[in-house]
């Protein structure tokens, strides 16, 4: 056990002006220090201290299946842990398994008919953050609370595909699949995360009505990550403590004292005053990066590092809601406005040059990359076309300065939903919109209902969103169509609906043919852009802006959200 830490008090953080942006070089990020699995159990040298980060917004709960919407893989990873884990290079490796899986050592068994069995050995110290002993029994109650159709589950694979979930003893977890599933034996992120039977069953059994509410899921939440909560103050931040029970043993830090700060300018001002440790995405990006490395590059006193790994983008509602605008089923209008988005534009007034432009849901960085860009259709900056495509689906200027119309001398009303995290990209997409002749406007969800699926699921016309690269992110097939039926929980906000599109994503995430993955991923991302589907409009460029002496952070994947994955293997190095 190590000793308690020093906790600090809760206080305002102190508010500063922030310097204007300037180019400059920046020290390099310290690269992390690896812990192999053989090392699990025994504690590493440690640095201690107490690390004080900011978030942008206050959790609602810290269930990883329970939450949605930007920053949530963030609140996750410190409080919670998974079976395995990537690296930056995407390499899995085990986390609460002992190993990974796989066909040479048994653990991963493909049945004749397509049905598999994964068996995951569990580390046998791994605690709940209140002491009791992590059990196979935990997963198998989680499958039950997570394939229940009356609970507000976000995330709902890789449970759907899964025909039981069994234990055998305390530490071996036996999953049955009902069918191929390219992911079985890799299960992190989001995946079959476990429930302390001894907090939650009780309340399952007999109130299931409010069982995603509670104090268990906040100020009282108990499960498996690095740290556990000391104390949540409403409003103001939440105070976190190594926890010895982890399964690598307690974190190098002793303690997170993590604030919430909705102002991302004052987030800023407080790292450069010293009163905070480090920002990151995805409420700081490429403007304030900037900022911090202008400020640094004569003092060394931090560093920035930034990738991409998600892309706003632009979702069309093809739905019949209330005030829909007709006009965006027809594919014409949707290239119309996608070649009325000035993207060269909008990527240097959003991402300062740190990433390129986006034409497809995959990363430059990606093995697959060159192949899908000379393939896909491309929607350049061209107002020319985009006026000639307007005409020919109906809609035509009287003057060159004026409001298309159709036949009926009604306007093209084209309001744009987003949230406050996207709201100048919305600005910027609505101002082109206006420029090609559409009556375009913008509405910002307020911060209170960010995460009301509902509201997010009836826009009018289109809405701006960000959304992780990945095959498992991508959730334009129709089982994933938010609706009353799954609780507005979906993440296809729009209706879109493709047969083809869900056969190939099928492909993408099922076929242990390496082959057939490929060519799937190709082709969907072919199809999404022939159809003028959901469409990305520019990269996200993440960022980390940290004061020197904080040691480890290294970014993320698109496959594994959260750029505190490794929060574990921090340090505090002065």
């Known amino acids: 056990m190590i000793g308690s830490p020093r906790l600090p008090v ?34 590493a040298p440690r640095s201690g201290g107490t690390l004080r980060l900011t978030w942008i917004a206050e959790p609602d709960n810290l269930s990883p299946k329970f939450i949605g919407g930007s920053g949530n893989s963030e609140w996750q990873w410190p409080f919670t842990s998974t079976l395995t884990y990537l690296d930056m290079s995407r390499v899995p490796h085990p986390m609460i398994a002992q190993e990974i899986p796989t066909q040479a050592n048994g653990g991963w068994v493909i049945n004749p008919d397509g049905t598999m069995v994964t068996t995951y050995r569990l580390r046998p110290n791994t605690t709940w953050h209140d002491g009791t002993a992590l059990t196979a029994h935990d997963y198998v109650f989680a499958f039950e609370v997570y394939s229940d159709k009356d609970l507000p589950i976000v995330k709902l694979t890789p ?18 699949w009902k069918q191929p599933y390219v992911g079985a034996n890799v299960m992190g992120y989001e995946a079959l995360i476990p429930l302390p039977r ?25 499960s498996t990550g690095p740290f556990k909560v000391e104390r949540w103050t409403p409003g103001v931040g939440i105070l976190a403590t190594a926890h010895a029970g982890h399964a690598f043993g307690p974190p190098k830090i002793d303690a997170l004292d993590i604030r919430f700060i909705t102002d ?46 998600g892309a706003p983008y632009v979702d069309w509602q093809l739905r019949d809601v209330p005030g829909w605008q007709r006009a965006i089923a027809d594919i014409r209008v949707r290239q119309a406005l996608m070649h009325a988005i000035d993207r060269d534009g909008l990527n240097e007034a959003i991402n300062l040059g740190f990433v390129p432009v986006v034409h497809a849901f995959i990363t430059p960085q990606d093995p697959l990359f060159a192949e899908v860009d000379r393939v896909i259709a491309k929607y350049p900056y061209d107002p ?10 109906g809609w035509q200027r009287a003057a060159a300065a004026g409001l298309a119309t159709n036949a009926a001398g009604q306007t093209f009303d084209a309001e744009v939903m987003t949230t406050a995290s996207q709201e100048q990209q919305a600005t910027i997409v609505s101002d082109n919109w206006k420029s090609a002749g559409l009556n ?24 701006i969103n960000n959304r992780s690269i990945a095959a498992e992110n991508f959730v334009w097939t129709t089982d994933q169509i938010s609706s009353p039926e799954n609780r507005w929980t979906g993440g296809n906000r729009g209706g879109f609906s493709d047969a083809e599109v869900d056969r190939l994503q099928g492909i993408r995430v099922s076929s242990l043919d390496e082959g057939q993955r490929r060519q799937a991923t190709i ?5 999404m852009t022939d159809l003028v589907a959901p469409m990305p409009i520019l990269y996200s460029a993440e960022v980390i802006i ?19 994955w490794n929060i574990h293997e921090w340090e505090i190095v002065r």
């Open 159 to 176: 449970e759907t595909l899964m025909d039981r979930v069994e234990a055998p003893d305390d530490h071996t977890l036996i999953v049955r």
């Open 264 to 309: 991302i300018r004052t987030q800023v001002a407080n790292l450069l005053a010293g009163e905070a440790d480090m920002i990151s995405s995805p409420s700081a990006r490429a403007r304030e990066a900037v900022i911090a490395r202008d400020q640094w590059a004569a003092s060394g006193d931090g560093y920035v590092k930034a990738w991409s790994t």
């Open 198 to 222: 001894h907090v939650h069953e009780a309340k399952y059994r007999a109130n299931k009505a409010n069982f995603g509410t509670g104090e268990e899921w906040t100020t009282g939440f108990i």
């Open 384 to 393: 020319n076309r985009s006026a000639a495509l307007l005409a020919e689906a």
């Open 440 to 463: 375009s406007s913008i509405f910002v969800v307020p911060q209170a209902r960010a995460r009301d699926g509902e509201l997010g699921s009836n826009f009018t016309t289109a809405r």
């Open 10 to 43: 809760f206080r305002p953080l102190g508010m500063l002006a922030v310097g204007i942006v300037a180019l400059a070089a920046c020290a390099p990020s310290p690269a992390p220090v690896a812990r192999s699995s053989a090392d699990a159990g025994q504690a």
């Open 546 to 564: 940290a004061r020197k002496y904080v040691v480890g952070p290294v970014g993320d994947t698109g496959e594994q959200n959260g750029l505190t």
């Open 523 to 527: 082709a969907v991302l072919k199809r």
